[in-house]
C-alpha cells in the first residue's frame, strides 16, 4: 500500500513545489516515510506480543485515518503543472521564437463536428529549434 502512494506523493510535490525546492520536500517526504515504517514496526512488535495480532493494526489504523482526515479538509488539489514557469508561460514565449500561444498544439477550426473529440495538429510553434532550446533548459 505504502509503495502504491509514491507516484500520486511525487505528482502533487511537483505541482505544489517550485524545481528548485522539489529535491528537499522530496527528501523529507521519504525521510517522514522511512521514519514512520519503522515506528509502525517497532510498535507492532512490541504491542503485537503483548496483546493479539490485531491490536497493533487498530492502532497504527487511528492515527493514519486522523492525518488522512487532516489532509482532506486543509488541502485542495492544485493545478496540473502550477509550479512549471514554462507551463505557466513566463519563459515559453520569450524562448521558443515569441509565440503567444502557450501550448505546441493547436485546434481546429470548424472542420470537426460537435459530435467527435477535436484533433490536435501541430503548429509552428513545435519546430525542431524551439524544441531544441527548450531540451536545453536545466530541468528537475
Known amino acids: 500500500a505504502v509503495g502504491g502512494c509514491f507516484p500520486l506523493v511525487f505528482s ?25 515504517l519503522a515506528a509502525g514496526q517497532a510498535l507492532s512488535g512490541w504491542l503485537g506480543p503483548a496483546t493479539n495480532w490485531r491490536l497493533p493494526f487498530v492502532v497504527l489504523a487511528v492515527p493514519s485515518l486522523g492525518a488522512a482526515g487532516l489532509m482532506l479538509a486543509t488541502t485542495r488539489e492544485p493545478p496540473r503543472g502550477a509550479a512549471e514557469e514554462v507551463l505557466r508561460g513566463e519563459h515559453y514565449s520569450s524562448e521558443c521564437g515569441g509565440a503567444t500561444n502557450t501550448s505546441p498544439y493547436t485546434a ?29 533548459r536545466p530541468s528537475n
Not at 481546429?108 to 527548450?134: C, H, N
Open 108 to 136: 481546429p477550426s470548424s472542420s470537426t463536428s460537435p459530435s467527435s473529440p477535436p484533433r490536435y495538429t501541430a503548429s509552428s510553434a513545435s519546430s525542431r529549434a524551439k524544441l531544441a532550446r527548450l531540451l536545453r
Open 12 to 36: 502533487l510535490l511537483g505541482d505544489l513545489f517550485p524545481p528548485a525546492s522539489r529535491a528537499a520536500v522530496s527528501a523529507g517526504v521519504q525521510v517522514a516515510t522511512g521514519a514512520g
